[in-house]
Nanobody, 124 residues
């Protein structure tokens, strides 16, 4: 049983920044690839970013490239999503996810564990 808890969401003005954190507990291990997904209001869940278990490889959705950075601190069992230059279209519930593999994935179905989500709202 791996538990993931997101934090750091909130309300921010367009152009501002937020850093989301996802802390793992229970039977979590650093040997998990991690991902961030988001679900805008009234829309389907979409891929945001993923990072390999070692942190050596990262991939991003085109919509966030150059603005968002995913990172991890395995000693703290925590993954981060630094979000800069936020836009109103970034408004969504953000979820972190883990898969027991060394590489990440673009596909939500390949992740076994999910957090409860944290709300990010970007105002104009």
């Amino acid at each position: 049983q791996v538990q993931l808890v997101e934090s750091g969401g909130g309300l921010v003005q367009a152009g501002g920044s937020l850093r989301l954190s996802c802390s793992a507990s229970g039977r979590s291990s650093s040997n998990y690839a991690m991902g961030w997904f988001r679900q805008p209001p009234g829309k389907e869940r979409e891929f945001v970013a993923t990072i390999s278990w070692s942190g050596s490889s990262t991939y991003y959705a085109d919509s966030v490239k150059g603005r968002f950075t995913i990172s991890r601190d395995n000693a703290k069992n925590t993954v981060y999503l630094q979000m800069n230059s936020l836009k109103p279209e970034d408004t969504a519930v953000y979820y972190c996810a883990a898969r027991p593999w060394y590489s990440g994935s673009y596909y939500s179905k390949q992740y076994d564990y999910w957090g409860q989500g944290t709300q990010v709202t970007v105002s104009s």
